[in-house]
């Protein structure tokens, strides 16, 4: 939704592009992406792709940590806590 365009190109664009914080964006790079038609072509920045997973990936850590406190987990918890998933290869997720 955030970058009209189709699902497919979404996941392609996450996968090669992703990044959730700025410290490991090189360049502000300008890709292609189908419009949401499927198409056309737009362009998009990385910058942009950060602008929508950064936010994402905060409510992720934030719902995670409400769940540990409500389940009063912390105790369990020795050395931290592994993430997984697709969300959890995306550049600078580790940081």
Excluded: C, W
């Excluded at 979404?10 to 410290?23: D, P």
């Excluded at 189908?34 to 950060?50: A, D, H, P, R, Y």
């Excluded at 994402?56 to 389940?71: G, S």
């Excluded at 987990?73 to 959890?88: A, D, M, Q, Y």
């Amino acid at each position: 939704i955030g970058l009209r365009t189709t699902i497919n190109d979404a996941i392609r664009i996450k996968h090669q592009y992703g990044l959730v914080t700025s410290e490991v964006m090189i360049a502000d790079e300008i890709i292609d992406a189908l419009n949401s038609s499927g198409q056309g072509t737009q362009f998009v920045q990385t910058s942009q792709i950060l602008r929508i997973l950064q936010p994402r990936a905060q409510e992720i850590f934030e719902l995670i940590h409400r769940e540990i406190q409500a389940k009063n987990l912390t105790r369990f918890i020795g050395t931290g806590l592994v993430l997984t998933g697709g969300g959890s290869l995306l550049k600078g997720m580790p940081e």
